[in-house]
């Protein structure tokens, strides 16, 4: 029974790594950018669906509440992940790989200082130079449900659920939309997707807009859990989700959301590890291990990386 | 149909094409035939909008489209098979194929052409659903060539599709390109089998190091002294 506890909570945690893992995977996919600043944008979503809450008048915690947070999140997340792309990633698009993977170090402290300084000086709105408390709508928190002697938190459903969706909506619109078809060909190849009329800028920003909002999924769900929001949340939740995403091999998609949910298990079965190294305290060091042990037997993930190969 | 002003290109300091001018008129096979390095990968590339000329004009249709940007040059009706074929590998044929028509909106006559490049290469067909990058050299080439046809361009450019194929599979590539010219396709043609490009050219342009050192039609290159020393291996 406790293993299966276990595993119900390790799979809702990796459920939300994956969620960001996502994000990760795509834009790696397609430019070969490890984007750092990935985690900052999943706390903007966070934010986001925050700051339209204490917008609309009178508190409420109403469950329809719930998109209309969603759809803030993903506004603040899509937007501001673009804006980097633009601005930050697309001067650099053909400089050495290093200058881009430092400007997204910079942009990551770059975010999370403004969202520090700034967040909390619009008017009404909570200092947010500490944690926030996140506005706790009713039916997706509150006492959690028990099934069989397993106990499962309500966030913590609505996140296992969330992830399901995206992932059904991710499967659909990468193989089977136009979009989605020219988002695999200019990942496989650029240049050549670029002599098909693909206009790769455009499909390097719906690569960003599409980690966005999963990202933006994801910092929702995480203020539900954690019952607050804070401006570094981002910084360990995106080292985790990189981490799930190199461990699915990155640049695939599937990958991502394996590999966050392997994550997320190893992590919680920590506590089975007799004696001095088990316990939540480790958990952190497990979860390093196994990436070690994955990249030293399997460099190319569990599900094998799917970065450009040329003929 | 295409005009080629002056072209020079740059990869930073190296010139690889050093001032060219070349037509291609509206019906014609027009060849580009040089050794390795010549730099005739470099002018097709420039001419479908990958690379940026340091100097020169292209002209196709009566508008000039040296900046305009690739994914818009296929639209104006100019197809490019790159060299090395360049399939989307994990992709299956029928996507591949699709992907070539991707900046057209007429459904109807994108499915009508996808059955002209089954009609072409019926492996092709055959193997509709497989991920392209299982095929072997000469299917490969057969799916870059009808992926161009796909966009149902008025001018299509092959680079090298002889490439690594046996004689046999060579041959029938070859055949399909006389094929075309015989359905009326205008035809860019960059060989370094000078003598198969030749033989089924109307003109034909010979590129030393970034330069034109002989032009003339297709015939009379095939039989010129100099050619037939430097290209087709006699003495
Ligand atoms: N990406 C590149 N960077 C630097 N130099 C390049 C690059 N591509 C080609 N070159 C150089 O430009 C010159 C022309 O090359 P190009 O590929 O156009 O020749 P080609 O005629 O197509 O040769 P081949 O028959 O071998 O395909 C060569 O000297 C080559 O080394
Ligand atoms: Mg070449």
Same mark, same amino acid.
């Given at each position: 029974m406790e293993f299966l506890q276990q595993l119900v909570n390790g799979l809702s945690l990796g459920a939300l790594y994956a969620l960001i893992a996502v994000g990760y995977t795509v834009v790696y996919g397609i430019v070969q950018l490890i984007n750092f600043a990935h985690g900052e944008i999943f706390m903007i979503g966070g934010f986001g669906a925050l700051a339209v809450w204490l917008l609309v008048p009178g508190e409420s915690l109403s469950i329809w509440m719930l998109p209309i947070m969603l759809i803030g999140g993903m506004l603040a997340a899509v937007g501001v992940a673009l804006l980097t792309e633009r601005v930050a990633y697309r001067p650099l698009r053909n400089a050495p790989r290093l200058a881009p993977l430092i400007t997204a170090i910079g942009v990551s402290i770059f975010l999370q200082e403004f969202v520090r300084l700034f967040f909390g000086r619009i008017p009404g709105f909570p200092d947010s130079k500490r944690a926030i408390p996140f506005p706790q709508i009713e039916y997706v928190t509150g006492e959690a449900f028990n099934i069989g002697g397993v106990t499962i938190q309500r966030a913590a459903l609505f996140t296992l659920v969330a992830l399901a969706i995206c992932a059904g909506f991710l499967y659909v619109f990468v193989n089977k939309t136009r979009l989605g078809r020219a988002m695999q060909a200019t990942s496989q190849d650029p240049d050549t997707a670029r002599l098909m009329g693909i206009n790769v800028d455009k499909i390097i920003m719906v690569a960003f807009a599409l980690g966005a909002a999963l990202a933006a999924v994801a910092g929702l769900a995480h203020g539900l859990r954690y019952t607050n929001i804070d401006f570094k949340m981002g910084f360990l939740a995106g080292l985790k989700a990189f981490t799930a995403a190199v461990l699915g091999g990155i640049g695939n998609i599937n990958g991502a959301v394996v590999g966050g949910l392997v994550l997320g298990v190893v992590e919680s079965m920590a506590t089975f590890i007799p004696g001095q190294f088990g316990g939540s305290a480790w958990k952190d060091v497990w979860a390093f291990v196994l990436l070690i042990l994955v990249l030293v037997f399997r460099p190319q993930g569990l599900l094998g990386a799917r970065v450009v190969d040329r003929a | 149909m295409l005009e080629v002003k002056n072209l020079q290109v740059a990869y930073g300091r190296v010139r690889a094409v050093k001032g060219i001018s070349f037509t291609v008129?509206?019906?014609?096979?027009?060849?580009?035939?040089?050794?390795?390095?010549?730099?005739?990968?470099?002018?097709?590339?420039?001419?479908?909008? =990958?690379?940026?000329?340091?100097?020169?004009?292209?002209?196709?249709?009566?508008?000039?489209?040296?900046?305009?940007?690739?994914h818009e040059v296929v639209t104006r009706g100019l197809a490019h098979?790159?060299?090395?074929?360049?399939?989307?590998?994990?992709?299956?044929?029928?996507?591949?194929?699709? =992907?070539?028509?991707?900046?057209?909106?007429?459904?109807?006559?994108?499915?009508?052409?996808?059955?002209?490049?089954?009609?072409?290469?019926?492996? =092709?067909?055959?193997?509709?659903?497989?991920?392209?990058?299982?095929?072997?050299?000469?299917?490969?080439?057969?799916?870059?060539?009808?992926?161009?046809?796909?966009?149902?361009?008025?001018?299509?450019? =092959?680079?090298?599709?002889?490439?690594?194929?046996?004689p046999l599979m060579m041959q029938r590539i070859m055949s399909t390109i006389t094929e075309l010219k015989s359905e009326g396709v205008t035809i860019l043609l960059v060989e370094q089998n000078a003598q198969a490009a030749l033989s089924l050219a109307d003109y034909g342009y010979v590129l030393e190091v970034g330069k034109i050192v002989l032009q003339d039609s297709g015939k009379n290159l095939l039989v010129d002294e100099a050619v037939r020393k430097a290209y087709l291996g006699e003495d």
């Amino acid at each position: 029974m406790e293993f299966l506890q276990q595993l119900v909570n390790g799979l809702s945690l990796g459920a939300l790594y994956a969620l960001i893992a996502v994000g990760y995977t795509v834009v790696y996919g397609i430019v070969q950018l490890i984007n750092f600043a990935h985690g900052e944008i999943f706390m903007i979503g966070g934010f986001g669906a925050l700051a339209v809450w204490l917008l609309v008048p009178g508190e409420s915690l109403s469950i329809w509440m719930l998109p209309i947070m969603l759809i803030g999140g993903m506004l603040a997340a899509v937007g501001v992940a673009l804006l980097t792309e633009r601005v930050a990633y697309r001067p650099l698009r053909n400089a050495p790989r290093l200058a881009p993977l430092i400007t997204a170090i910079g942009v990551s402290i770059f975010l999370q200082e403004f969202v520090r300084l700034f967040f909390g000086r619009i008017p009404g709105f909570p200092d947010s130079k500490r944690a926030i408390p996140f506005p706790q709508i009713e039916y997706v928190t509150g006492e959690a449900f028990n099934i069989g002697g397993v106990t499962i938190q309500r966030a913590a459903l609505f996140t296992l659920v969330a992830l399901a969706i995206c992932a059904g909506f991710l499967y659909v619109f990468v193989n089977k939309t136009r979009l989605g078809r020219a988002m695999q060909a200019t990942s496989q190849d650029p240049d050549t997707a670029r002599l098909m009329g693909i206009n790769v800028d455009k499909i390097i920003m719906v690569a960003f807009a599409l980690g966005a909002a999963l990202a933006a999924v994801a910092g929702l769900a995480h203020g539900l859990r954690y019952t607050n929001i804070d401006f570094k949340m981002g910084f360990l939740a995106g080292l985790k989700a990189f981490t799930a995403a190199v461990l699915g091999g990155i640049g695939n998609i599937n990958g991502a959301v394996v590999g966050g949910l392997v994550l997320g298990v190893v992590e919680s079965m920590a506590t089975f590890i007799p004696g001095q190294f088990g316990g939540s305290a480790w958990k952190d060091v497990w979860a390093f291990v196994l990436l070690i042990l994955v990249l030293v037997f399997r460099p190319q993930g569990l599900l094998g990386a799917r970065v450009v190969d040329r003929a | 149909m295409l005009e080629v002003k002056n072209l020079q290109v740059a990869y930073g300091r190296v010139r690889a094409v050093k001032g060219i001018s070349f037509t291609v008129e509206q019906g014609q096979v027009v060849t580009l035939v040089g050794t390795n390095g010549a730099g005739k990968t470099t002018t097709l590339k420039t001419i479908s909008g =990958l690379l940026r000329p340091e100097a020169g004009e292209i002209w196709f249709e009566g508008k000039r489209i040296d900046s305009t940007p690739a994914h818009e040059v296929v639209t104006r009706g100019l197809a490019h098979s790159p060299e090395g074929r360049r399939i989307f590998p994990r992709l299956t044929v029928e996507d591949n194929l699709r =992907l070539g028509a991707f900046a057209r909106k007429d459904k109807a006559g994108v499915a009508k052409d996808l059955q002209r490049v089954f009609n072409l290469f019926e492996i =092709l067909q055959a193997r509709r659903d497989q991920p392209a990058g299982t095929f072997s050299g000469g299917e490969q080439q057969m799916l870059a060539i009808g992926r161009a046809m796909m966009s149902r361009p008025k001018l299509l450019m =092959l680079d090298e599709p002889s490439m690594g194929l046996s004689p046999l599979m060579m041959q029938r590539i070859m055949s399909t390109i006389t094929e075309l010219k015989s359905e009326g396709v205008t035809i860019l043609l960059v060989e370094q089998n000078a003598q198969a490009a030749l033989s089924l050219a109307d003109y034909g342009y010979v590129l030393e190091v970034g330069k034109i050192v002989l032009q003339d039609s297709g015939k009379n290159l095939l039989v010129d002294e100099a050619v037939r020393k430097a290209y087709l291996g006699e003495d």
